[in-house]
């Protein structure tokens, strides 16, 4: 069974930074992906950003990119997303998740398919204005 201990959300103000991490356990795929998404009433899901455990390859959402990194433990089971400049449309409950199609590459950019079915329990960040 897998399972995703998700932790490190809170609330913040605008600018400001917040570090997610997420442990992963009871993986068995033998290639996959692990990675965040987030969810608001308002908008909906998005997926947010991932790392393929075979590669290393990422994926970033535009929202993320140049304000979000993310990084993983040299086994893979442990990930972080280091989130800086942090706005108020980044409020939302974020979601780890793992997907065994990885971080595959669509019309030669990046993907992030957040398999719905393996995520852990959400954790909300709240950017205050």
């Known amino acids: 069974e897998v399972q995703l201990q998700a932790s490190g959300g809170g609330l913040v103000q605008v600018g400001g930074s917040l570090r997610l991490s997420c442990a992963a356990s009871g993986v068995t795929f033998d290639d996959y992906a692990i990675g965040w998404f987030r969810q608001t009433p308002g908008k909906g899901r998005e997926g947010v950003s991932a790392?393929?455990?075979?590669?290393?390859?990422?994926y970033y959402a535009p929202s993320a990119k140049g304000r979000f990194t993310i990084s993983s433990d040299s086994a893979g089971k442990t990930i972080y997303l280091q989130m800086n400049s942090l706005k108020p449309e980044d409020t939302a409950v974020y979601y780890c998740a793992v997907d065994p199609r990885g971080v595959p590459l669509v019309a030669g950019s990046p993907v992030w398919y957040y398999d719905y079915e393996y995520r852990g329990q959400g954790t909300q960040v709240t950017v205050s204005s």
């Open positions: 790392i393929a455990t075979t590669d290393g390859s990422t």
